[in-house]
């Protein structure tokens, strides 16, 4: 069956609703947006296609995130490596090569990746600059950045999403709306103390449309989460997505082939903290069916949990 093609008004529609991204990314790599630049189409949209565009489609263009991160800003937390055999590594995976597109548009201009500096070395310190932080092009659309939330002291767990969502950025705190509530169902369904952990995002601001950050608002950011994991010193790591479990660990592959294994990473200050992915549960609000899978993934993150005595 051929594939419906999509206008640029029906692109941004599906993006606002957080339609399946990967299934998006599937049409730009077949050329099915049309012209995002055509008359009628949302500005935002257009962005975000071109963006996706000019990085590959959404889910290949994260390896590229991750890897700037990891050279560009140093890469204090790399990871350390996964624990568990039979994961096959992501280089493993088979390569897929893009149509031949058009040349994109130029990528929206962005500062210099931020310093996290001397100020920021505690935790009051890294807060005021990351709300004050305007090295990225999602400053400028956002009520307010969003630091994070919870227990700063050594948590058992700190949970990294992906970006705010609308309700984040009115409230100013993660994981608020449905997602938030499905989480800490999950949480607390799998033994998991969701009262005491700490809750954060790999970039602060909040993406217009639910698109995905691109790789350069990802390099921007990803200090801020770096500081972060180095001053809360957490035991254990949930990443939840692709793109936080990739740029978290450095690592390539589509979500499923970083799913079911415990992996490592080393903070700033020498640390070390085990890893698991599972799935964005806006993602799991979208595609139910996933839920089981998720379970297994948090069933796994208790296993941990339980043996590290916590
Ligand atoms: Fe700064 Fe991060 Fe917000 Fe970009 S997303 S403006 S780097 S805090």
Known sequence: MNAPELTPVQIAWLQEIGIDRRMLAHYVAQGE????????????AAAAVQARAASGAAERSV???????????????????????????AA?????????????????????????????????????????????????????????????????????????GGADDRAGLPFQGKAGVLLQAMLAAAGLDGETAFY????????LGNRPPTPEE??????????????????????????AAQALLGMEGELDTLRGAV???????????????????????LRP????????DLSLLRSLVAASGD
């Open 218 to 243: 990802v390099q921007a950011c990803m200090p801020y989460l770096r500081r972060q994991i180095a001053l809360a010193k957490p035991r254990h790591v949930l990443a939840l997505g692709g793109w």
């Open 33 to 44: 947006f049309g012209d995002p630049g055509e008359p009628g189409a949302r500005p935002g």
């Open 289 to 296: 069916q996933h839920k089981a899978d998720a379970w297994r």
């Open 200 to 207: 954060t995002n790999l970039v602060k601001c909040r993406p």
């Open 92 to 164: 493993d995976a088979p390569a897929r090569v893009p149509p031949a597109r058009p040349a994109p548009a130029p990528a929206p201009a962005i500062q210099a990746p931020p310093a996290v500096t001397e100020a920021a070395a505690d935790w009051d310190g890294l807060r005021e600059q990351v709300l004050e932080c305007r090295n990225c092009a999602l400053h400028g659309a956002r009520g307010r950045a969003v630091f994070g939330s919870g227990d700063t002291q050594s948590p058992q767990l700190m949970v990294v999403g992906e970006a705010p």
């Open 63 to 89: 390896p590229a995130a991750a890897a700037v991160a990891a050279t560009a800003v140093g890469d204090p937390a790399a990871a350390v490596g996964a624990r568990r055999p039979g994961v096959p590594p």
């Open 263 to 285: 992996h490592a990473i080393r903070t700033e200050t020498g640390e070390e903290a085990s890893v698991v992915v599972t799935y964005h549960p806006a993602a799991l609000l």
